[in-house]
């Protein structure tokens, strides 16, 4: 396609949501498109990558794939997580094929080059020939594991794969500001608080459902039962975060009347608050007074994702079976959300869909993720065209 | 290197038995005139102990080093 005619397509999507159409169907189903969508909005960003309640002690390790790239991380004796590429700086070889715990070095089970679990290579046998382990033109320094730009908010592990994003605090200073009440210990509920759903779609349609309140009395009667539509109000932060709040939340009971006990010293909005936005590019988070929550979406393939979601309390000892209740109540909303996703993916196969109109009144917040892709890729494809 | 401890090195790697190894291939070093085989299965030794935590290696690495087959720190 022409150049300037990629960039009015990308125009009408970044327009007034008055005039706007959405991203075009090569943003869910063309690869090439999708290739260059992802170097613009997950690697030059702060990607969510998974949580760091995956490596929960000292020397736990998980291998993952992030945009076809096999990444490691690693929680290391100082508790310190990092994410690393995981690959031997000998032969490329994978270091880690499966969740572990690394005891004291992480050893390539090829010629056995040994790294630290901070990523310091310490050991090269038999490099200068057999029993020698040193050679003069290998710098171990020079060799460490190669790290990856990392970050963890609310215990979401994120990735800047490009390295030359702005630091996270600062791309997200907004939400920080806005959830500073929200700023305190979170516990992971453990097992029974965490599932995925493995999902075909496109990562950026669980996104865009996530984001508004329009869907609510349609997809989830059983929510719209005490939360009703004119109970939400849109949260917008264009080129950062959009989602939706309500002024209804409604703490789940157990069977003796027992609830979760609250975060501490939240102001009153909080009582019957709750907000839940999708930080871009790919994590979907919920907050209320007695729990939390956080999707990591997965991009896996353009028509699959996987949406990780792991449940948070404020206190590390929660009543076992409200817990699990809770986990059930959460999974089931979230599994009425999968039809939708994976209809507006089978819908971008008609050549007839532009894109979509949206309404000016409800989808405000889903509009701005899509402004925000159009835009970040825009800015890329102008970069790359000015060299 | 005695024929049956090439035989229990070998069961200790099929069973992935790293203190078995450590103490295996220590022992096939310190069976070994002081040279190239001495410095290779010690390095063996090494590496598990490393991979391990094993609170050897500290001692094992100084031996390589003592023998000229490690840098010092």
């Given at each position: 396609m022409p150049k300037d005619q990629r960039r009015n397509i990308l125009d009408a999507v970044s327009a007034p949501i008055e005039l706007a159409r959405g991203l075009p169907n090569a943003h869910y189903t063309d690869p090439d498109t999708i290739a260059e969508e992802s170097e613009a909005v997950l690697s030059r960003a702060w990607a969510a990558l998974a949580v760091a309640a995956d490596v929960p002690e000292p020397g736990?390790?998980?291998?993952?794939?992030?945009?076809?790239?096999?990444?490691?991380?690693?929680?290391?004796?100082?508790?310190?997580?990092?994410?690393?590429?995981?690959?031997c700086r000998h032969r490329g070889m994978i270091l880690v094929d499966a969740p572990r715990k690394i005891e004291g070095a992480i050893r390539c089970p090829y010629h056995s080059w040994c790294y630290a679990r901070d990523g310091r290579l310490v050991s090269t046998p038999h490099v200068g020939g057999p029993g020698q382990n040193s050679h003069p033109d290998l710098d171990r320094a020079t060799l460490g594991l190669i790290e990856i730009r990392s970050h963890i908010w609310r215990d979401v592990v994120f990735v800047n794969l490009s390295g030359d994003?702005?630091?996270?605090?600062?791309?997200?200073?907004?939400?920080?500001?806005?959830?500073?009440?929200?700023?305190?210990?979170?516990?992971?509920g453990g097992s029974d608080s965490q599932f995925m759903l493995q999902v075909d779609t496109n990562w950026k349609l669980a996104v865009e459902n996530y984001c508004e309140s329009y869907h609510l009395p349609w997809v989830h009667p059983g929510l719209n039962s005490y939360s009703r539509l004119e109970d939400h109000y849109h949260i917008e932060n264009p080129g950062n975060y959009s989602g939706q709040?309500?002024?209804?939340?409604?703490?789940?009971?157990?069977?003796?009347?027992?609830?979760?006990?609250?975060?501490?010293?939240?102001?009153?909005?909080?009582?019957?608050?709750?907000?839940?936005?999708?930080?871009?590019?790919?994590?979907?988070?919920?907050?209320q007074r007695d729990h939390a929550f956080a999707i990591v979406l997965e991009p896996v393939a353009h028509n699959r994702t996987r949406e990780h979601v792991h449940l948070y309390y404020a206190q590390p000892d929660i009543d076992p079976v409200l817990r699990r209740k809770n986990a059930a109540q959460w999974k089931e909303v979230f599994a009425e959300d999968v039809f939708v996703v994976e209809g507006m993916q089978k819908g971008?196969?008609?050549p007839g869909f532009d894109g979509g109109r949206f309404s000016p009144a409800?989808?405000?917040?889903?509009?701005?993720?899509?402004?925000?892709?159009?835009?970040?890729?825009?800015?890329l494809r102008a970069e790359k065209d000015a060299l | 290197m005695p024929?049956?401890?090439?035989?229990?090195?070998?069961?200790?790697?099929?069973?992935?038995?790293?203190?078995?190894?450590?103490?295996?291939?220590?022992?096939?070093?310190?069976?070994?005139?002081p040279g190239i085989a001495c410095r290779f299965y010690l390095t063996?030794?090494?590496?598990?102990?490393?991979?391990?935590?094993?609170?050897?290696?500290?001692?094992?690495?100084?031996?390589?080093?003592?023998m000229g087959a490690e840098t010092p720190e």
């Open positions: 736990d390790c998980k291998p993952l794939e992030f945009l076809g790239q096999p990444v490691l991380m690693l929680r290391d004796k100082d508790d310190t997580v990092r994410v690393f590429q995981n690959i994003a702005p630091p996270f605090q600062e791309t997200h200073a907004d939400i920080l500001n806005r959830w500073k009440e929200m700023e305190q210990p979170l516990h992971h709040g309500t002024h209804v939340y409604r703490q789940l009971t157990g069977d003796d009347g027992q609830v979760f006990p609250d975060f501490e010293g939240l102001g009153d909005f909080w009582d019957e608050g709750a907000e839940y936005i999708a930080l871009y590019p790919n994590v979907l988070l919920g907050v971008r196969a008609a409800m989808d405000g917040p889903t509009h701005l993720f899509h402004a925000w892709v159009a835009e970040k890729v825009a800015a | 024929s049956d401890l090439d035989a229990r090195l070998l069961a200790a790697h099929a069973a992935g038995d790293r203190p078995a190894l450590i103490a295996l291939y220590l022992e096939a070093s310190e069976a070994s005139e063996h030794a090494y590496i598990y102990a490393l991979e391990a935590g094993s609170d050897e290696a500290p001692a094992l690495r100084a031996a390589l080093v003592a």
